[in-house]
């Protein structure tokens, strides 16, 4: 028993019972701390390449990386992939095939370079394909409609809706507005020429006769296209969202009277809200139905979180990594893996509507819908 | 165990026992939010379960309705008047049907793409697809179409695989039952997934019109129903068929992929219920209803289950748990940060009333608590102090009282011992004591008194002391007593004498003093009487011899006189008949020269003649030189008992330097230096004082090393009163075995060799008797010898 200079009992020769109690006390402290403070295992992220248009002519593609952060953080922010986050790696292509190849292969020579990459813009997927399919990589295409993509191999996916889908919606409004002479007006690229082809075709199935007409890539007068299909009885419109915005303005100016009827692309706010797009017709996706909650849902969430309107594109983005997510869950996170998991195809409810993956193809459908612009909203039509 | 120990394990057992308690409630709520989670999970199921049963239901209610509007009747009835018209239906619906079969996939044949554009095909398709898929983005019905009482297709939404249904199953079922229900499975012919619902149509009157059959898409209804469970983020709906094969489910999938080879589906027994799970290492509630379907629809016991990610649905109780345990935690550390301070505040509170009380025990009763505060402790300082104020004040009193108990007790046993003391000494002293009365009454006697007195002790205290007291004595002995009772001596001192009871005298010294009471008035004499009778006797025995041997000394004195100065005429005789012989021996040896003297005769006269009777004369003469000396030195001995000195101070310098004037023959002779210092003066008889140091300076001349130059040296000192001279000399010294000896009369260092007849010194030595003085040496042999003589002194000092 030992005593300061005041008398005062020194603790450092505590009793063994004392001694015992405080160190049972700290082991329960300890235990209790263990066991309620928030910990657990630490697993490697899944990271995510994601190569997207945020400057150039795909700048308008921004809203995807928007979308893609805010389903990563509501993944991660309900435990993530079996409690592994999802890092995306966002990396701007600028537009750009060539930039993208770059940021492909510095990801690529990473220590830990990504799971899977996603990207944006037929042009920039085309790019990126042959490399994911020499990494063995899976490449997702988001907002990428070109038909050649979905033929690149066994890594690449489209994830959007293609030219076959485009048609058919398109085919669907020419129906019901029993249109019989109809003008093309297209994009002259890959995605652009498949649809042309395979509309005319079909419209050609029904009786009707077509005109089609393309455009180049970095057109600034539709003039002497417009010139072209003016006489027709409805004129469609495929190609990126400035081109559409472009035709359907000079369509106007120019007094066209007939049925417009646009690409997926015309969803986009940028169009929507234009005075010249009331009464245009658009296949669109089912995130435009404001009837359909889960969709509400997010469009909600989306306009607090970025202030701004949602967009189709972004619900791509969205719906990929919430897919993403999903599949990946329960499952070996690899590149093989999910590969393997893509390649048995699945069926996907997501805010853009049932997403379908047969087993064996590399087209995500995303289903398109028959809708009309009407005063800068998007209605369904019967 | 210390109070801060228990205190200190008073607070860690109850901190334990709280966080175990809140340990308990953490589990036992867990617990209970599971189960109440689980209920409510159940319920969820349950509800969405129903809802799915409803929806699926009114689907079908919703076709059967529609179906049986007036005008499709009246189609369907048109069809069947048609029908009925042709000479063989069964041919023309077998013709059709190879038509219908042999179309291709891509290309309807024109019966097909009649009847998906007659009046009944537009507005079920638009009444039962395109208005849902408008209004609600999907549509439940992927395709209808609509047979006649004969089970030909009459209107289709898209193709279907045969023309006439008249043989299928279902068909029949309907036809009979009303009803047809398939399972959910997927149907090429719309390339659709859902459930196949066949309805008889009748008309009014009961009879059989025809078959409506819709495939219900369950997917967005599930998924309509599954909003309802939004309520999680993490939620999972999976919707089984009986036998596990997904039908729908939240993230991707494959229709009917099987999901029995899972352990989940083990789990789902009975109608409903829940329970926890993993999955994938996730805790994950899993609740779960099989459907029950509703009137006509079965509900085929799918199996719908919700999971929720127990994370999340707990996320409140861990933000709860996460709270409490950091509080916990604080409380804890807080808990044992208190409790060491309380213990501290406590143990130093107790530690001060401790060492105050230790300090207090130990006596030191001007120390008070300084405990600031009204608590306990304080106040227990309070009343400790006030305690230690009252206690100081008994143990004060006690104190005095020990203390005078200690000094009377210390008193007592001074005065037991004092009286032991004095009773032993009184008792057993060598002397006698006794207690007198101022009147003289022997109050108390001891044994060697009575021994003294030769009285009984019990006779004796009868007595005064004036009783035994020898009359000659007894005046001065009452003197004294008076002069001591009147004060004017304290003490004194009488050799008495006693009468002893056998009436003998006996001599005693008596010592005296008076003890007086507390008022100074006489109390009693003590009385000290030493037995003197032998020192008496041996005194008036020491008288006598002295006497005796002063008048043998005088006799002998008268004796050396009378003998010396009566043998000096016959010596002179024989010294002058010596010389007249050897006078007559010269004169007869002349004689005998001159004669004819036979030879024979010659020869033997001659030698005695002329050697031998010379000799004896010679022996005769220094015989008689020697007794003369010898006699001169016993007269001069014998003078000096005889003769009084007269003392007088002298000057010693000038007394030695007569002497060394003296001497100085010799001293040159002898080639002796000598040195007198300057000295004091003496109280002596100059002659004396002459005769003793003209003695010592012969002393040291005879007894000079022949081997060195002698050297002598007379100094003095003064030494309080007394005179010291110191006569030093170089010479052969004196043994040790001799400097006792030789100031005895006749004692001669060298007989043979020195000479004088041994009454030098035995001469000073005389002298010094007579002078009250005193001499010793110093010598060591072969180096010299110191003569000290002390004498007493005079008044002048050293001459400068």
Redesign the interface.
């Known amino acids: ?1 030992r ?1 300061d200079k ?4 020194l ?1 450092s020769s ?2 063994a ?2 001694k015992t ?2 160190f ?2 700290l082991m ?2 300890g ?3 263990c ?4 910990g657990g ?1 630490k697993k490697q992220p899944v990271r995510i390449g994601a190569i997207l248009s945020l400057s150039g002519t795909g700048s308008h593609l921004v809203d995807v990386r928007d979308a893609m952060v805010m389903a990563a953080e ?1 993944v991660n ?3 993530g992939i ?2 592994r986050k999802i890092e995306l790696i966002v990396e701007d292509s600028k537009s750009s095939p060539v930039e993208a190849e770059k940021i492909f292969l510095r990801l690529e020579e990473q220590e830990k370079p990504p799971l899977l990459y996603v990207s944006t813009l037929s042009s920039v997927g085309m790019a990126l394909a042959p490399l994911a399919a020499r990494h063995q990589v899976v490449l997702m295409g988001l907002v990428t409609s070109a038909p050649q993509f979905a033929e690149q191999g066994k890594w690449v996916f489209r994830d959007y809706t293609n030219s076959q889908e485009e048609t058919r919606v398109a085919q669907r409004i020419l129906d019901t507005l029993k249109v019989r002479q109809l003008g093309i007006v297209h994009l002259d690229d890959p995605y652009g020429n498949s649809v042309a082809k395979l509309l005319g075709q079909s419209f050609a199935a029904t009786g009707g006769s077509v005109t089609a007409v393309a455009f180049a890539y970095d057109v600034t007068d539709l003039t002497p296209q417009i010139e072209t299909v003016r006489t027709m009885q409805a004129v469609y419109v495929v190609g990126l969202v400035g081109h559409i915005r472009l035709a359907i303005r000079q369509l106007r100016q120019a007094g066209y009277t007939g049925h417009l009827i646009a690409a997926s692309g015309a969803a986009n706010p940028q169009i929507t809200e234009m005075a010249e797009a009331e009464g245009v017709f658009v296949g669109i996706p ?1 995130v435009y ?1 404001e ?5 509400r ?1 997010f469009k909600n969430n989306y306009q607090a979180r970025f202030g701004k309107p949602f967009s189709h594109q972004a619900a791509n983005g969205y719906d990929c990594v919430r ?1 993403i ?3 990946l ?2 499952n070996e996170v690899s590149r093989q893996n999910l590969q393997f998991l893509l390649s ?6 997501g805010v853009q ?3 379908e ?1 047969k ?1 064996g193809s590399q087209e995500i459908m995303m289903p398109l ?1 028959p809708a009309r612009i009407d005063h800068g909203r998007l ?4 | ?2 109070t ?2 228990k205190i ?2 008073g607070f ?2 109850t ?2 026992l709280t ?2 308690l ?2 308990y409630a ?1 589990f036992a709520s867990r617990r209970s939010l599971e189960e109440a989670i689980g209920q409510e999970s159940l319920i969820l199921a349950q509800e969405t379960m129903k809802r799915i049963d409803l929806a699926i239901h009114d689907k079908i209610m919703y076709v059967w309705n529609y179906a049986e509007q007036a005008w499709i009747l009246t189609f369907i009835a048109k069809s069947n008047q048609s029908f009925a018209a042709l000479d063989s239906a069964e041919d023309f619906m077998n013709r059709m049907e190879r038509e219908w079969i042999a179309a291709p996939p891509d290309t309807p044949s024109p019966l097909m793409g009649e009847l998906q554009d007659n009046e009944l095909s537009r507005r079920l398709r ?1 009444h039962l697809i ?2 849902f ?6 549509s439940s019905f992927p395709n209808l179409f609509v047979t006649n009482r004969y089970g030909a297709v009459i209107a289709a939404t898209g193709r279907t695989s045969h023309y006439r249904q008249d043989k299928e199953s279902w068909w029949q079922t309907a036809r009979q039952q009303g009803i047809s229900l398939e399972d959910i499975a997927y149907h090429a012919p719309s390339d659709s997934y859902g459930i196949a619902v066949a309805l008889r149509l009748d008309d009014s009157d009961g009879n059989f019109l025809g078959v409506v059959r819709a495939i219900v898409n369950v ?2 209804i599930v ?2 129903a ?2 309802a469970t ?1 309520r999680y ?2 939620a999972r709906i999976r919707l089984l068929t009986r036998d596990g094969k997904i039908i ?8 009917l992929q099987d999901f029995s080879y899972t352990d989940l589906l083990s789990r789902l027994q009975g109608e409903k219920g829940f329970f926890i799970g993993n ?4 805790q994950r509630f899993y609740s779960y209803a099989r459907s029950t379907g509703k009137d006509h629809y079965p509900g085929f016991g799918w199996i719908l289950l919700v999971s929720t ?1 127990a ?2 649905v707990l996320a409140s109780a ?1 933000v709860l ?2 709270r ?2 950091v509080v ?2 604080l409380l ?1 550390m807080a808990g ?1 940060v208190f409790a ?1 301070v309380l ?2 505040t406590i ?2 509170s107790l ?2 009333l ?2 105050g009380a230790a300090r207090i025990g130990k006596g030191e009763f001007d120390f008070r608590m300084e405990l600031a505060g009204n608590d306990e402790f304080g106040q227990l300082a309070g009343t400790f102090n006030s305690m230690v104020s009252n206690l100081q004040e008994v143990t004060a009193s006690r104190d005095d009282l020990n203390a005078e108990i200690a000094e009377r007790n210390k008193a007592e046993k001074a005065l037991r011992e004092s009286e032991n003391r004095f009773r032993a000494t009184f008792e057993q002293a060598a002397v006698g004591i006794a207690l007198v009365s101022p009147r003289g009454d022997w109050l108390r006697v001891n044994r060697k008194l009575c021994d003294i007195v030769g009285y009984p002790e019990d006779k004796l205290l009868q007595l005064t002391f004036q009783d035994i007291t020898h009359a000659d004595d007894l005046d001065t002995d009452l003197e004294f007593h008076r002069q001591m009772l009147a004060g004017e001596i304290s003490t004194y001192s009488l050799e008495k004498r006693y009468i002893r009871l056998d009436g003998a005298p006996v001599w005693a010294n008596l010592t005296v003093s008076l003890v007086r009471d507390e008022d100074g008035a006489p109390a009693y004499f003590v009385t000290v009487i030493e037995d003197i009778e032998e020192r008496k006797n041996t005194e008036q025995e020491r008288d006598r011899l002295s006497m005796e041997l002063a008048r043998k000394n005088h006799e002998l004195e008268q004796i050396i006189y009378v003998t010396s100065h009566d043998l000096r005429s016959p010596l002179v005789n024989v010294q002058g008949f010596s010389k007249e012989l050897s006078t007559d021996v010269k004169r007869l040896l002349s004689l005998w020269q001159n004669r004819n003297i036979p030879e024979e005769i010659r020869q033997q006269a001659e030698p005695l003649l002329n050697e031998d009777i010379p000799e004896s004369l010679q022996f005769i003469e220094k015989g008689v030189a020697k007794m003369d000396s010898l006699l001169s030195g016993l007269l001069r001995l014998s003078r000096l008992g005889r003769a009084s000195p007269t003392l007088e101070e002298c000057d010693m310098n000038l007394l030695l330097d007569d002497i060394v004037a003296t001497m100085d023959f010799q001293l040159k002779q002898a080639g002796t230096e000598i040195r007198v210092d300057a000295l004091p003066t003496c109280l002596g008889d100059r002659d004396q004082l002459n005769q003793l140091f003209s003695n010592l300076l012969d002393n040291a001349m005879k007894y000079l090393d022949p081997g060195r130059p002698g050297r002598i040296r007379i100094s003095g000192v003064q030494d309080n009163d007394r005179s010291v001279y110191c006569v030093a000399d170089n010479g052969v010294g004196i043994a040790r075995e001799h400097q006792d000896k030789i100031f005895e009369i006749f004692h001669r260092l060298n007989p043979t060799g020195s000479e004088g007849e041994g009454l030098g010194l035995a001469i000073v030595n005389r002298i010094l008797d007579h002078l009250d003085g005193k001499i010793w040496v110093e010598s060591e042999e072969g180096k010299g010898s110191k003569f000290y003589v002390s004498l007493p002194g005079g008044t002048g000092g050293n001459r400068a």
């Open positions: 028993m005593y005041n008398g005062i009992f603790h505590c009793s019972l004392l109690l405080f049972l006390a329960l402290v235990t209790i701390s066991r309620w403070l928030p295992e509501e922010a309900q435990g079996d409690n089912l139905n009837d359909f909650l889960f969709a849902q897919m997510a999903g599949l869950e329960g048995h195809g699945f069926l996907y409810s509507g049932d997403y993956l087993a819908y209605r369904l039509s019967q | 165990m210390r801060s120990r200190m394990a860690l057992v901190l334990t966080a175990a809140a340990f953490d638009q395109n208005f898929v408008a209004n609600y983005g999907y997917g967005p998924k309509t599954e909003i939004g983020q993490s729908y489910r939240t993230r991707p999938y494959r229709f999955e994938q290492n996730v990610d994370d999340e861990e748990r996460t409490i345990t916990s935690i804890i044992m060491l213990s501290r143990n130093r530690a001060a401790t060492a």
